[in-house]
Antibody, heavy 112, light 109 residues
Framework: EVQLVESGGGLVQPGGSLRLSCAASGFTFSSYWMHWVRQAPGKGLVWVSRINSDGSSTSYADSVKGRFTISRDNAKNTLYLQMNSLRAEDTAVYYC?????WGQGTLVTVSS | QSALTQPPSASGSPGQSVTISCTGTSSDVGGYNYVSWYQQHPGKAPKLMIYEVSKRPSGVPDRFSGSKSGNTASLTVSGLQAEDEADYYCCSYAGSNRVFGGGTKLTVL
């Protein structure tokens, strides 16, 4: 069974940092491009970032470029999102997805 | 990176058909045959319903179908059932990036 399990969310002050993780199982993680997608409370899905299968290529939404860094460890079947200089508008549930399968999401709240 | 345009809401009675549109540009929807549709029930993670414009993953009922013409993609749900009531999002390749639509709330009357 394919599983994606996010962790690392929580409450952080504006300007702070957080690192999200996504543990993958049940499929050949190293063969898939992976994405982070977020959803602010009561709002729609917004694409955040993607990484190719071997980690050599990444891309970001303009709203997070320069602040967020996506990475992966194929030996550990894990996807990461390092989030720096967090803002209130980054408050959202963050999902990791292979496009086919999705995790349950982890909530990030940026507030003082 | 502007969001794709979807109608905020759509509705239909059980057994009827409903079509949800997703309008982009030649840089996203019109430029690639990589449009996906996701269904999201309240408090749940999105579920892939259609990929590559018109392909259905295993387990998705054939009541769900997708198409594309120019810069507009469409999702049609035939034979509406109560469990189809959910939010639906389109998603397209946009070069190196991806872009989602704003979402459509489908109500089964």
């Amino acid at each position: 069974e394919v599983q994606l399990v996010e962790s690392g969310g929580g409450l952080v002050q504006p300007g702070g940092s957080l690192r999200l993780s996504c543990a993958a199982s049940g499929f050949t993680f190293s063969s898939y491009w992976m994405h982070w997608v977020r959803q602010a409370p009561g709002k729609g899905l917004v694409w955040v970032s993607r990484i190719n299968s071997d980690g050599s290529s990444t891309s970001y939404a303009d709203s997070v470029k320069g602040r967020f860094t996506i990475s992966r460890d194929n030996a550990k079947n894990t996807l990461y999102l390092q989030m720096n200089s967090l803002r209130a508008e980054d408050t959202a549930v963050y999902y990791c997805t292979s496009s086919t399968s999705w995790g349950q999401g982890t909530l990030v709240t940026v507030s003082s | 990176q502007s969001a794709l345009t979807q109608p905020p809401s759509a509705s239909g009675s059980p057994g009827q058909s409903v079509t949800i549109s997703c309008t982009g540009t030649s840089s996203d929807v019109g430029g690639y045959n990589y449009v996906s549709w996701y269904q999201q029930h309240p408090g749940k993670a999105p579920k892939l319903m259609i990929y590559e414009v018109s392909k259905r993953p295993s387990g998705v009922p054939d009541r769900f179908s997708g198409s594309k013409s120019g810069n507009t993609a469409s999702l049609t749900v035939s034979g509406l059932q109560a469990e189809d009531e959910a939010d639906y999002y389109c998603c397209s390749y946009a070069g190196s990036n991806r872009v989602f639509g704003g979402g459509t709330k489908l109500t089964v009357l």
